[in-house]
């Protein structure tokens, strides 16, 4: 992980981008990061990394373990800790990461843990067809059917799709785009959805298909501006525009 921050998922709302559109997003507080320990490849670690803390929290609440770990470094107690492998920023223990760490425009990862649905039948949790409602179809209008074999090998295969726990599975929502970086209030508004619930902790991560500087990121938003162009007609009249100073010393 080149770049990232631990953040907590506060809502969504709906802002306006340059282009006058409406654009759902999702708003993440990401700040103040603290940095714990820094890792080098020197080191007796061996590999290069920073270990960030996020949210505040008592002393008391922490195991003995983990607090000796971040009073070694003399850091402040943190509820959670994350370590982001490559980081390119050159930081030492005590310094402050904020959201200013990304741009509008650039395209990070979202980790998270899901909603928890509960116990869910095939239907809802694997998306099964269901029996049929009528022709004399009785009490399987949601169930799976058949799930084993008599002769062989007369027992349930693993991985068979049956009903069972949904949600609350870490996932990764990949290339989603930064709309709004507002430094002053720690917090990063992302086009999209991110996985979790309100007040969940997210880690908001570069993206590793469309890293910040790269020749896809820059042919995504060019495209974005020639679309913007073309569909309110400024391509014409900057070519209109472009055609008539053109002509202008000719007249002359």
Request: hydrophobic share 35%.
């Amino acid at each position: 992980m080149p770049l990232g921050l631990l953040g907590k998922k506060l809502g969504h709302t709906r802002v306006y981008d340059e282009y006058g559109n409406v654009v759902a997003v999702s708003v993440v507080l990401c700040g103040p990061n603290r940095v714990l320990q820094v890792k080098t490849k020197e080191g007796k670690d061996g590999y290069k990394a920073v270990q960030l803390g996020f949210d505040d929290q008592k002393e008391q609440r922490l195991a003995k373990g983990t607090l000796g770990h971040i009073k070694k470094f003399n850091g402040t107690a943190v509820k959670r800790i994350r370590e982001f492998r490559d980081f390119t920023l050159d930081v030492k223990p005590g310094d402050i990461v904020g959201p200013n760490i990304f741009a509008k425009g650039d395209f990070v990862d979202a980790i998270g843990v899901t909603k928890g649905q509960g116990f869910e039948g095939v239907v809802k949790r694997h998306h099964f067809r269901g029996g049929d409602s009528t022709h004399g179809a009785k009490g399987w209008h949601r169930r799976g059917g058949a799930i084993g074999q008599r002769l062989f090998p007369g027992t349930v295969m693993r991985g068979t799709k049956m009903p069972g726990h949904m949600g609350q599975v870490r996932r990764t929502t990949q290339n989603l785009e930064i709309i709004q970086v507002r430094e002053a209030e720690n917090i990063l508004l992302i086009k999209g959805g991110l996985p979790g619930a309100e007040g969940d902790y997210v880690i908001i991560r570069e993206s590793k298909k469309i890293p910040k500087g790269s020749t896809r990121q820059k042919m995504i938003l060019d495209a974005r501006k020639k679309l913007y162009a073309r569909s309110s007609g400024e391509d014409k009249k900057a070519a209109k525009a472009a055609k008539a100073a053109a002509a202008a010393p000719a007249k002359k």
